[in-house]
């Protein structure tokens, strides 16, 4: 180890960042000396970077609860708990805890986020529970003054939302999740009229904004401290010749909310018409100037296809029709690149994609009674010309 030491820092970690980040952890408790050497964030900054992991925002609240207890860096923690977790994951290792004793399932609303549960019992107790602890625990109880029954909570990055249908609109009570207080009220204020189906399937949140679908339109609420705000897109959606897909096929990130549009053919025919679905993509980092931008296919399909599923970062969004992927420039609205899976024979095709990863995953079977042969592949968003099969 006296060896060791004699060499300057910046050989020794040009060396330590050949070994693994798990192997670097290993090292970090061998000695005093390179516990002490690792106990810069700058280090596991760059380790982070190195071994491409995606750091969630429920990654960043567990490991903030983390250091409430531990000396160890930021970014340390934050390897950590990726590790734990995809430890539990591998070995299916979960805990059960009971939450509270019974409920009375028609007067009963739940809500989560990654790391916040929120339960409004038939007596209006509400209890707000942190996931981001080893084990759920509670953060705060309360009763609600209000009689009013209550129609659908929704938990949201920094508010519990409170709604009460009347008048074909939802009046809405709001809660910091931080002091916990009622910060105010509004009555009336989401217009619940035209959904596709109910207020309970059509209205959908995402950070702090909630997003009303309707089958031509979606409008967004931004909440706040002091009030909820209508937001006004400065450019019309043009929603004629098709409808918006249900939300659970939307995206967002920090800035952007994606939603697929499925458009219909002109008219009837013998032949098969093939069309050009879109994904319309809002831009929300200002509220007084929210912009949407039109992404359009450039090939044609079967207009009974649907995109399976979006995403979307800061640069780029993502759509995944069928096995095709499709990657556009946000900025520019151009279609970047076209990746696709092809597998001979009509298949039937689930999947996923992760941006952080920077990976698209797909499922592909044969369809018939049996399923008698599938396909797992995989596409690199990094390099989407890159594509594996097995």
């Not at 408790?29 to 429920?58: C, D």
């Not at 960043?60 to 207890?69: A, F, G, R």
């Not at 709604?163 to 002091?179: A, C």
Request: hydrophobic share 40%; charged share 20%; proline share 2%.
């Amino acid at each position: 180890m006296s060896h060791i030491s004699l060499l300057p820092e910046e050989i020794l970690l040009k060396i330590l960042f050949l070994l693994s980040g798990k192997d670097i952890v290993l090292l970090s408790r061998v000695s005093s000396y390179f516990y002490n050497l690792l106990s810069q964030e700058n280090i596991w900054r760059k380790v982070l970077k190195q071994e491409n992991l995606t750091i969630s925002s429920h990654v960043v609240k567990l490991s903030k609860t983390m250091m409430e207890k531990s000396s160890l860096p930021k970014s340390k923690l934050r390897l950590l708990a990726v590790e734990k977790l995809h430890q539990n994951w591998v070995a299916g290792s979960r805990n059960k805890t009971r939450l509270v004793t019974s409920c009375e399932r028609a007067n009963t609303h739940f809500r989560k986020s990654e790391d916040i549960l929120a339960f409004v019992d038939s007596d209006r107790t509400v209890k707000v529970f942190d996931l981001c602890s080893t084990e759920p625990s509670l953060l705060s109880s309360w009763n609600l003054e209000s009689e009013k029954r209550i129609s659908i909570i929704f938990v949201l990055e920094s508010y519990l939302v409170i709604g009460y249908f009347e008048n074909f609109s939802l009046s809405l009570q709001t809660y910091s999740l931080l002091s916990f207080n009622l910060v105010w009220k509004s009555q009336n204020t989401i217009d619940c009229t035209n959904l596709m189906r109910s207020y309970h399937q059509d209205i959908y949140s995402f950070g702090d904004f909630l997003a009303v679908f309707r089958s031509g339109s979606i409008t967004f609420y931004a909440v706040g401290d002091s009030c909820v705000q209508k937001l006004v897109v400065t450019q019309d959606i043009v929603a004629q010749d098709g409808i918006f897909q249900y939300p659970r096929f939307s995206a967002f990130s920090d800035n952007h909310y994606v939603h697929p549009f499925q458009v219909f053919p002109p008219s009837l025919q013998d032949e098969m018409v093939h069309v050009k679905h879109r994904i319309h993509c809002w831009t929300l980092h200002d509220l007084d100037n929210v912009t949407v931008k039109t992404l359009t296919m450039e090939t044609g399909v079967d207009p009974h296809s649907i995109f399976i599923r979006t995403a979307v970062t800061e640069t780029h969004c993502y759509g995944l029709l069928g096995s095709h992927l499709l990657t556009w420039n946000i900025e520019t609205g151009a279609l970047v690149s076209q990746a696709s899976l092809q597998v001979p024979g009509h298949m039937m095709c689930v999947g996923d994609l992760d941006v952080g990863a920077g990976i698209c995953c797909l499922l592909l079977s044969r369809q018939g009674s049996t399923v008698q042969k599938s396909h797992l592949g995989m596409v690199i968003l990094h390099d989407i010309r890159k594509t594996i099969n097995f």
